[in-house]
């Protein structure tokens, strides 16, 4: 896989994580093993686990832990999945349920194999959720099946609280970053989850190689499909064989793409240097579905 750079750059002091608070973070894992279960925040090594843990709130990752995709960012593994789990959804909602989260968080690996991409273990797993824990919100972080509307649809229609889709990058840099995604169709998903009146979010990495500019006019055409959510974090190479960083993005820079990115119209936007997709969408939920 093609690099952007192979230099090694020192981590700034403003990366420093926080120690965990151990007993939570430890239940949180007995209860993620226990119920054979995957979340992004191990597959993707988030770098904000251990926060999330010890707060007691993660996200699920639903439909295996075996992409269809190879994205030069990711630390998901690549290949053919074996099998499609059924029981699945049981065991996330049963784990929401535990756990008794206000907002739960569920995203997916590609499953490019699958007729419908994987909609129907989302709507699955949503159904699953509402029914044994009512009170909890949902948000759902989906791939682009393809363009399929009619997938969309089937996810759309089991009625999550918020969709998110993951636009990650300028379009520069899609051949590198997401060879086997586009920019435009991207969009598109956005667009056609807020035609059918979903509360919409995105969010994309910076220091990877991309330009402030090129991060503004990615903010523009958000808001241009009428997004409501933005998320802006670094991104952070997980191992040797990802792409490289470009540079680590001074904490300023994330304050003035929040300026910008507000300015334009985004009801919310979560921007910095350890932000992920899911970094405090507990909070982000009730501040936007309250206005």
Same mark, same amino acid.
């Given at each position: 896989?093609?690099?952007?750079?192979?230099?090694?750059?020192?981590?700034?002091?403003?990366?420093?994580?926080?120690?965990?608070?151990?007993?939570?973070?430890?239940?949180?894992?007995?209860?993620?093993?226990?119920?054979?279960?995957?979340?992004?925040? #191990?597959?993707?090594?988030?770098?904000?686990?251990?926060?999330?843990?010890?707060?007691?709130?993660?996200?699920?990752?639903?439909?295996?832990?075996?992409?269809?995709?190879?994205?030069?960012?990711?630390?998901?593994?690549?290949? +053919?999945?074996?099998?499609?789990?059924?029981?699945?959804?049981?065991?996330?909602?049963?784990? /929401?349920?535990?756990?008794?989260?206000?907002?739960?968080?569920?995203?997916?690996?590609?499953?490019?194999?699958?007729?419908?991409?994987?909609?129907?273990?989302?709507?699955? *797993?949503?159904?699953?959720?509402?029914?044994?824990?009512?009170?909890?919100? /949902?948000? /759902?972080?989906?791939?682009?099946? +393809?363009?399929?509307?009619?997938?969309?649809?089937?996810?759309?229609?089991?009625?999550?609280?918020?969709?998110?889709?993951?636009?990650?990058?300028?379009?520069? %840099?899609?051949?590198?970053?997401?060879? #086997?995604?586009?920019?435009?169709?991207?969009?598109?998903?956005?667009?056609?989850?807020?035609?059918?009146?979903?509360?919409?979010?995105?969010?994309?990495?910076?220091?990877?190689?991309?330009?402030?500019?090129?991060?503004?006019?990615?903010?523009?055409?958000?808001?241009? @499909?009428?997004?409501?959510?933005?998320?802006?974090?670094?991104?952070?190479?997980? *191992?040797?064989?990802?792409?490289?960083?470009?540079?680590?993005?001074?904490?300023?820079?994330?304050?003035?793409?929040? +300026?910008?990115? %507000?300015? %334009?119209?985004?009801? @919310? /936007?979560?921007?910095?240097?350890?932000?992920?997709?899911?970094?405090?969408?507990?909070?982000?939920?009730?501040?936007?579905?309250?206005?």
């Amino acid at each position: 896989m093609q690099q952007l750079k192979t230099r090694r750059l020192r981590q700034p002091e403003w990366l420093k994580i926080k120690i965990p608070n151990k007993r939570t973070y430890f239940n949180l894992k007995n209860l993620v093993d226990d119920q054979q279960l995957h979340t992004v925040c #191990q597959e993707a090594r988030c770098p904000n686990m251990s926060e999330c843990w010890s707060r007691g709130t993660a996200t699920f990752m639903i439909l295996g832990d075996t992409c269809t995709r190879s994205c030069g960012f990711c630390a998901i593994k690549t290949g +053919r999945p074996e099998f499609l789990d059924t029981d699945e959804p049981r065991r996330v909602a049963a784990a /929401v349920a535990d756990m008794k989260l206000r907002h739960a968080v569920i995203t997916s690996v590609n499953r490019d194999e699958l007729k419908d991409g994987g909609a129907s273990i989302f709507a699955a *797993t949503i159904q699953a959720i509402k029914k044994v824990r009512p009170q909890c919100s /949902v948000e /759902v972080l989906i791939p682009d099946f +393809r363009g399929d509307e009619n997938a969309l649809k089937i996810v759309i229609d089991a009625r999550p609280e918020i969709l998110n889709h993951n636009i990650e990058t300028v379009p520069r %840099l899609y051949h590198i970053v997401r060879p #086997q995604a586009k920019y435009r169709r991207t969009l598109d998903v956005l667009q056609n989850a807020k035609n059918f009146s979903m509360t919409t979010k995105s969010g994309l990495m910076v220091g990877i190689g991309e330009k402030t500019e090129e991060v503004e006019q990615v903010l523009r055409d958000l808001r241009a @499909h009428e997004v409501d959510i933005v998320t802006i974090g670094q991104y952070m190479q997980p *191992t040797i064989g990802h792409l490289s960083i470009d540079r680590y993005v001074h904490p300023d820079e994330f304050v003035h793409y929040k +300026r910008f990115g %507000l300015d %334009l119209g985004f009801r @919310h /936007v979560e921007s910095g240097p350890l932000v992920r997709s899911s970094y405090h969408a507990d909070e982000q939920v009730g501040e936007v579905l309250t206005e």
